[in-house]
Structures are given as C-alpha cells and as structure tokens.
C-alpha cells in the first residue's frame, strides 16, 4: 500500500525558469507533467541523482495553486547542503527532475479566517509566498499582516514582490526585523521578535488566525509569547524544525 502510495505520488517536473531572489536565493520554476493538487503552505519532496546517488530534500512550493501547472521552488545556497548547491550550479533549464507531494499540515485554506498573522525567520517565508499569492489571485478579502525576521536587509526574500503587493493592497502589511544589522536609516524593528513588538503589531489581529514557523529556538518563543499575550492555542498553526 505504501509502495503503491508513492508511486502515485511521483511527478516528472521541468525546469523552465531560474530567478534571483537575494545573493544566496533562488526560484525555480517548474513544469509539471501531470495533474497536481495542494493546498497553499504545502511542500514536495524533491529527488535528485547527484554523483550516482540519489538524494531526497522537502522543499515548501512558493507559489500558489493558482500557477498550476506550474510551482516555484525557492531555495538558499549556503554552499553546505548538496541539493541547493547542486541546483543553483548544474540543473540546466529543460532538465527533468523527480519530485513526490503534496505533504504537510501546515497550509491555508479558503474560511479559516479573514485576518492572517505570519510570522517567520529566513526562509520559512515560502509557505507564506504561496498563500499570499494565492489571496491575491482569487481577490480574496483577507487582512494579511506578516512579520519576518532576517539577519540583514538583504536577507529579505521577495522584498520587492511585498513592497508591490502593499501598494495594490492595502489590508497587506510587511513588518521586518533585522536580527543582526542596524543600518542608520532603517526605521524599523532590530534585534529579536520580542514580546513587546507581538504586542504592538498584533493589535487588530487578535480574534484571526497566526502561523508561526522556523527553527524552534525561534518558533517556539513567539508561540509561548502568543500565548501569554491572550491568543487561543486553537488560532496558532505552528510548524518548527
């Protein structure tokens, strides 16, 4: 039954695109050759033979359902992992790649909330991407406020995509905090997420749905600040890794 299960699974996909997001981050565009369904927030697993070895990597899909029968991909190079190394080096557009999915409990759906906070760190803002993209491809009337921390401005993945989407949207609004840089004419927050800045930028947001995801010893402290804060266990869609 699990075998049967994965090979149904399976996906042939193409590559046809291949964008610069930051100096370490990249988007791939792929084509799909058959029919695909998954919900906003969802990941593949993508499969590659590297060197006669066949290695697997979850990735979330950063673009919405909408773009199908097409899905972006978008991934950092820190130079240290095979996969994302091997993608920004050598995969070649036209090149086919395997890929298995949907998976993951961490999605968005049409009536769960009119009001979404997202909170997130590096990038976890991929999940976000894709249900953002997708509100704003179905017109849908949702307050969206995302809260995104990065080491440096130029950290920031899809910044320019956020800053265009704020001004054909109004109810859309980007907050970022820079962890580790305080450039002289950065207006914004610096240092962690703490507390104090939930308490300020959740105004409004109270009684929607928060999503917070990234490493754990990121993750797990906005959760338990949400919760001190007031925010119900039942409004918090949590993933950490």
Partial sequence: ??????KRNLIKARMIKKVQETYNTFTFYLELDQPFQFKPGQY???TLTIDGEKLNRAYTIS???????QIALTIQDFGTHQIAKYLNDNVAIGETVEL???YGKFYWEEGKSDKLFMITMGNGITPYKAIIDYIRDKNLDIAIKLLYSVPTKKDIIFYDAFMQYQKEHPTFTPVFVLSEEKPADWKGYTGEITKEILST?????EDGLFYVCGFR???NPIKQHLLDLGISKEHIVFEGW
């Avoid at 039954?1 to 994965?6: D, L, P, R, S, V």
Wanted: charged residues 25%; aromatic residues 8%.
């Fill in 1 to 6: 039954m699990t075998e049967n299960k994965e």
């Fill in 44 to 46: 593949v697993i993508l």
């Fill in 63 to 69: 673009s919405s359902p909408t773009l199908l029968p």
């Fill in 100 to 102: 298995r999915g949907p």
């Fill in 201 to 205: 930028e959740i105004k409004g947001f």
């Fill in 217 to 219: 010893d990121f993750a």
